[in-house]
């Protein structure tokens, strides 16, 4: 898939491709020195990381943006089974393990959370630290938004979720809308380059798919492997910085920036900004800014301790 035309401006990064457990996944890699790996969510891509991107170049990072198998210019199976939770965790590490990443800078949201977060924790080795950005890594209780009977539970129900998000790409198009403060600026901007890589009904399953392993009740088959997520995490020294949208109407900041910080109480922040769901559309130079002043202060640490 080529880069949609609406999106070259923004987006003027040469493709790469890599094979991963036998897909091929797109990412960009750009600059020099330690890595920052940015990941992305349910229905976005990289893209949504381009006004990150550009401060973090300028600062003297390498920057590498995957977008998961199933998502923007990555291929996309048309399986149900290729969309599990330790599938797309599999493909994170092999494409890290690739190109043999360390000292990696890791930035998540949304299923970037837990997918980037079993990646850090089974690899710690390659780390250096954690930003976490309105995700969640725990198995209970649920949000109370994946609890609504509407929107959620009937978005992803088995006959009308592949009617709504299938056929009519309505999470790319109208449910990110609806997750951003600046919904005119997003209209314009973006609206049109998140659906453009989503074409057809058969490129959008995994929109209605991997939403499914979102654990609401004691019997969801993700459990055993958010008690283990929400495990590690809790023996994590790694050091991290947590960053919120403050009007986030899926994972509340009140409640999920707290429970992180419950986990990893020497994180930095919570540092709340602009934002909705998708925090990066309304406050990215300000994201960028956090990052790089983070990661400059590691590095003024590690120079102070001589190593």
Not at 8 to 24: D, K
Request: glycine share 8%; hydrophobic share 45%; aromatic share 10%.
């Amino acid at each position: 898939m080529e880069i949609p035309p609406e999106a070259r401006a923004q987006w003027p990064y040469a493709p790469r491709h890599a094979q991963v457990n036998g897909w091929r996944m797109h990412y960009i890699d750009e600059g020099e020195g330690d890595p920052v790996v940015l990941l992305h969510g349910n229905p976005t891509w990289g893209y949504l990381y381009r006004d990150v991107i550009p401060p973090l170049l300028q600062a003297g990072r390498r920057v590498i943006v995957p977008d998961m198998i199933g998502f923007g210019l990555s291929e996309k199976p048309t399986r149900e089974t290729a969309h599990s939770l330790d599938g797309h965790a599999a493909n994170l590490t092999a494409l890290m393990r690739q190109l043999d990443l360390t000292r990696i800078t890791l930035v998540c949201h949304d299923w970037g959370g837990p997918t980037g977060l079993a990646f850090a924790m089974s690899n710690v080795a390659r780390m250096r630290a954690l930003v976490v950005m309105s995700t969640w890594a725990w198995p209970l209780p649920p949000a109370e938004f994946h609890t609504r009977l509407f929107p959620w539970r009937m978005m992803h129900a088995p006959v009308v979720g592949p009617y709504l998000l299938g056929r009519h790409n309505v999470l790319a198009g109208r449910g990110v809308y609806l997750s951003v403060v600046d919904r005119e600026k997003f209209r314009s901007s973006a609206q049109a380059v998140y659906e453009a890589v989503l074409p057809d009904p058969a490129t959008r399953l995994l929109t209605w798919v991997w939403p499914r392993w979102i654990p609401i009740d004691a019997g969801a088959r993700a459990l055993a492997r958010f008690e283990w997520l929400e495990r590690e995490l809790s023996k994590s020294t790694l050091p991290a910085m947590i960053i919120w949208g403050r009007e986030d109407e899926v994972f509340d900041a009140a409640t999920f920036s707290a429970r992180f910080k419950q986990l990893l109480p020497h994180a930095e922040g919570p540092h709340l900004v602009t934002g909705r769901h998708f925090l990066q559309e309304d406050s990215g130079a300000e994201i960028a800014t956090l990052v790089n002043g983070f990661m400059d202060r590691l590095e003024v640490a590690r120079q102070g301790k001589g190593l």
